[in-house]
């Protein structure tokens, strides 16, 4: 038995331990967005941040009532990819000067994000299938299609800024 880790004996076990880490992540990016929008320069991305943060507000207490209705508590576990991916943001944002420059690896981070968070929901929502657990899995599709549809977003965005930063 590991001490302060989550003790994984079944499929079931893992499902929830996994949760916990997407509640975790969805918690710490709540916190990193709003960096991410006052560093902003450009008006779309920063919108965009801002519905994402709302749409991650709602994310949150979806996981919050899974784990509810599983443990009866919101619990979480140390989400470690989210940890380096909002690590790098943040130094992005003080490391780089240009503004335009900084939008462009506000971008990229935010995709970096997304991509995982589309990753761990995919997974989730495949495992809760398997399991059993229906509404879970529905839950879990549609935070599973705001990632994907934030991403897309944010690769239409991407196009125009990368476009005028390189002139």
Known sequence: M???????????????????????????ITKALPDMIENSTNSELANAFTTHLQ????????????????????ATETCKVINGLTTEASDTIKDVTEPSIRDIALIGGA????HHEFAVYGTLRTWA???GLDEDAAILESIEEEEENADELLTSIAEQVNVAAAV
Not at 111 to 114: K, T
Request: no cysteine.
């Open 55 to 74: 749409e991650t507000r709602g994310h949150v207490a979806k996981l919050e009532e899974l784990l509810t209705r599983h443990i009866g508590e919101p």
């Open 2 to 28: 590991k001490l302060f880790s989550a003790n994984i004996e079944d499929f079931r076990s893992l499902y929830i331990s996994n949760l916990k880490k997407a509640l975790d992540m969805e918690q710490k």
């Open 129 to 131: 299938e398997l399991l």
């Open 111 to 114: 995709q970096q994000v997304e």
